[in-house]
């Protein structure tokens, strides 16, 4: 079995902080995503990488930036964070992009004040 | 484009009786599969169910979902609702190299 770890668990910034959040997975999984969940809304695509250094927008992409340097590990860079953004952020990875089950890391709930 | 319906944001029912989650859906791409997630409170989501195959029942952990084409359909069903069945339900398909998520169903199991 493998894990995936995301760090921090909570993070709390300012309104217009530049903010990363970080993933790791040891599955050997060559994709990778970010989602935001809210209250009601869903699970939204972020950004997803196939493989490293890949990087594709998902539907919610405009005021995030996404790193794929290894194959391991993805990141998430909140470019300016707002009061409406407040949500948790699910990574995920699986082995095929689409046919197979996604993994999901626990989560990091991110405070705006 | 591809999206998941899930009607009901919540749904409350008694231990020992029957549930169903609806979920319906509509593609304009090849649908590779479809799939119930599960999240229980302060964890993360994990796989439920997976199903490609049209009119075929797919069972885990007591529930049950038939992939219906004709009706766009993937509901989730169970005969006996277990107080640890309340959770958050995601129904979702993968679908031109993209996975869709809908908005998910709270569900509450009261004694």
């Known amino acids: 079995g493998g894990i995936i770890t995301q760090t921090p668990k909570f993070l709390i910034g300012q309104e217009g902080q530049k903010l990363t959040l970080k993933c790791q997975q040891n599955?050997?999984?060559?994709?990778m995503y970010w989602y935001r969940q809210d209250s009601g809304k869903g699970l939204r695509l972020i950004y997803y990488?196939?493989?490293?250094?890949?990087?594709q927008k998902g539907d919610l992409s405009e005021g995030y930036d996404a790193s794929r340097e290894k194959k391991s590990s993805f990141s998430l860079t909140v470019t300016s964070a707002q009061k409406n953004e407040m949500a948790v952020f699910l990574c995920?990875?699986?082995?095929?992009?689409?046919?197979?089950?996604?993994?999901f890391g626990s989560g990091t709930r991110l405070t705006v004040l | 484009g591809d999206s998941v319906t899930q009607t009901e944001g919540l749904v409350t029912v008694t231990e020992g009786l029957p549930v169903k989650l609806n979920c319906t859906y509509q593609t304009t791409y090849l649908t590779i599969a479809f799939f119930w997630y599960v999240q229980y409170l302060n964890e993360a989501p994990q796989v439920l169910l997976k199903?490609?195959?049209?009119?075929k029942r797919t069972e885990h952990q007591g529930f049950h979902a038939t992939l219906h084409k004709s009706s766009s359909s993937f509901h989730l069903q169970k005969s006996s609702a277990q107080l640890s069945d309340s959770a958050l339900y995601y129904c979702a398909l993968s679908s031109n190299n993209r996975i869709f998520f809908g908005d998910g169903t709270q569900l509450v199991v009261k004694p």
């Open positions: 990488s196939i493989t490293e250094n890949d990087l």
């Open positions: 995920a990875s699986s082995g095929d992009r689409g046919a197979e089950t996604l993994y």
């Open positions: 599955f050997n999984h060559d994709t």
């Open positions: 199903s490609s195959t049209d009119n």
